[in-house]
């Protein structure tokens, strides 16, 4: 072969080496790209399913059971029975509106003095009592205002019952619609990310032929694969936890109150489960992509 000859085929060899590694980046990154995508949609329903639980609690928590008392009861009578309902399993926390405040509350709300034309204050002294969580529910209310309704000091105890359990049983429903999702993007982010995975392994089909007919195990060439799927796995899921964080921010920029509901253990295990579902859905889809095409004859690999 002649020098020139030579400097050609060099030449030819380098920017078919060039055009063929570029190829494969633009492969992988796509790779990254759609893979990122269904994280960030697995991360937005573990993300979902997780703070539903502090939803659940706080909306619990922040429902009311109002204790009437009885008008001959003194202000340090009302305090009293404060400091002993604190000590209940049951309670987190109490409230207490005297007859003024609330005549005060009323009068704002209506826009008139309700005393002006009665001549007397209408309202009682009350107790807003919150429970916690685990005793939100219609049984634990009923026994609870058994007890208050016995202290002689109390008049009347009202509670909005059926508010509760509608709210227990739509929180109870959207964990089962969560759950449902979360199992079928599973499902599909499985099947979109094994589909891209087998296009580029069907890339380079031959190569792995070529390999084991110089003898490579089947370990030795499946390697260099699963080791490019862990790095897209971890990259995707980096992106992905960057693309919830900067929600997550949105979020709290123009409602910081969510904050409550929203801690920082919630966001530190949707990382966590982001990560390890990008390692864990890569590296199976190389895994099961490659033994595809290292199972296939030489045949096979023409016809497909």
Avoid at 79 to 97: A, G, Q, W
Avoid at 109 to 138: H, V, W
Avoid at 185 to 192: K, R
Wanted: glycine residues 4%.
């Amino acid at each position: 072969m002649q020098p020139n000859s030579k400097i050609t085929y060099v030449k030819l060899m380098r920017k078919r080496k060039k055009k063929t590694g570029s190829r494969r980046g633009v492969q992988w990154m796509t790779l990254c790209i759609s893979t990122s995508m269904v994280l960030v949609l697995l991360g937005m329903v573990v993300f979902s399913v997780l703070t539903s639980h502090n939803l659940s609690q706080w909306v619990k928590e922040n429902l009311t059971v109002t204790v009437m008392l009885n008008d001959e009861v003194s202000v340090n009578d009302a305090k009293l029975l404060c400091r002993d309902l604190y000590h209940r399993p049951y309670s987190r926390n109490i409230d207490y509106i005297s007859r003024e405040q609330a005549l005060k509350e009323q009068s704002e709300a209506m826009g008139s003095d309700p005393s002006e034309f009665l001549g007397m204050n209408p309202f009682s002294a009350t107790l807003e009592l919150q429970l916690k969580s685990d005793y939100a529910n219609r049984d634990s209310l009923r026994w609870i205002a058994k007890e208050l309704r016995k202290n002689p000091k109390v008049n009347d105890v009202a509670y909005q019952v059926d508010l509760m359990d509608s709210v227990n049983r739509n929180l109870a429903k959207m964990n089962i619609l969560l759950l449902v999702i979360a199992s079928l993007l599973t499902f599909v982010s499985f099947t979109l990310i094994s589909n891209t995975v087998r296009l580029n392994v069907y890339s380079r089909r031959f190569i792995i032929h070529t390999m084991k007919l110089v003898g490579a195990s089947w370990g030795f060439i499946r390697r260099p694969f699963m080791r490019q799927g862990l790095v897209v796995g971890i990259v995707a899921a980096i992106i992905a936890i960057a693309v919830l964080g900067a929600c997550v921010y949105g979020l709290y920029y123009y409602e910081p109150n969510l904050m409550t509901i929203i801690t920082w253990r919630e966001l530190a295990i949707t990382g966590v489960a982001v990560l390890l579902f990008g390692v864990i859905l890569t590296s199976i889809c190389c895994y099961i992509s490659v033994n595809k095409f290292l199972r296939m004859t030489p045949g096979e690999l023409y016809k497909i």
